[in-house]
């Protein structure tokens, strides 16, 4: 069974830094592109940054120059680096991925989201 699981969030000063982790875990054959969202209650949620299969990255506007995503395939680990941290990036960040996967039916791919992690940026 695969689980997508995030970790890293948590209370950071104006202007401080964390490293958000998205890992999975399973009979996974590999972790293809991975998607970071977040989301404020009551609005929806919102693509960050992106990073395909091969490398390539992606990131909105509003967090370009701060946000930084990486992967390292042989943890079957996504990373967020989130830097000069401002108030209005406190959200819920979610990662979701697509996973190729084995079980008794062969090889398959599917969309997995995590849990989420908080960040809260405060003084």
């Known amino acids: 069974q695969v689980q997508l699981v995030e970790s890293g969030g948590g209370l950071v000063q104006p202007g401080g830094s964390l490293r958000l982790s998205c890992a999975a875990s399973?009979?996974?054959?590999?972790?293809?592109?991975v998607n970071w969202y977040r989301q404020v209650p009551g609005k929806q949620r919102e693509l960050v940054a992106g990073?395909?299969?091969?490398?390539?990255?992606n990131y909105a506007d509003s967090v370009k120059g701060r946000f930084t995503v990486s992967r390292d395939n042989a943890k079957n680990t996504v990373y967020l680096q989130l830097n000069n941290l401002k108030s209005e990036d406190t959200a819920v960040y979610y990662c979701n991925a697509d996973i190729t996967y084995f079980d008794e039916r062969g090889y398959l791919t599917e969309g997995y989201w995590g849990q989420g992690t908080q960040v809260t940026v405060s003084s």
């Open positions: 990073i395909t299969t091969g490398g390539s990255t």
């Open positions: 399973g009979t996974i054959l590999a972790i293809n592109n």
